[in-house]
């Protein structure tokens, strides 16, 4: 498993220009090695799998992360979300049992290089 630092940057101090009245700092993150991050959230209606297919390309199969959020507050998300299938191109999360809800998930590639 690959591991890198980020660094935040101010960028209206990158060029160490100081005017009598100060700008709002613009963060920006850097990274030593290529990463790629992409999050996003499934909805599952009384259903206990679901697919998503990545919008990313990734040279080998990412770290996933996946949990279960009750957007109904009805405590119908009390289940076991894990991943059956990854690839290249797309993640199949499955619950434990069928539920009414979202599943939220990052998905992380960080280069070996």
Do not use: W
């Not at 030593?32 to 259903?47: D, H, Q, R, V």
């Not at 996946?66 to 998300?77: M, W």
């Not at 993640?91 to 590639?109: D, N, P, R």
Request: glycine share 4%.
């Amino acid at each position: 498993m690959a591991g890198t630092t980020f660094k935040k940057r101010d960028l209206n101090r990158f060029r160490k220009t100081y005017p009598y009245i100060r700008r709002k700092p613009i963060q920006s993150y850097l990274s030593e090695k290529e990463t790629i991050l992409e999050a996003g959230s499934l909805t599952f209606s009384a259903a206990s799998s679901a697919t998503h297919t990545f919008t990313e390309i990734y040279d080998s199969a990412p770290f996933v992360t996946a949990i279960a959020v009750d957007t109904d507050s009805n405590d119908g998300a009390d289940v076991n979300i894990y991943i059956s299938n990854i690839t290249k191109t797309f993640v199949t999360f499955e619950s434990s049992q069928e539920f009414t809800g979202a599943v939220h998930f990052h998905v992380i590639l960080i280069s070996t290089d």
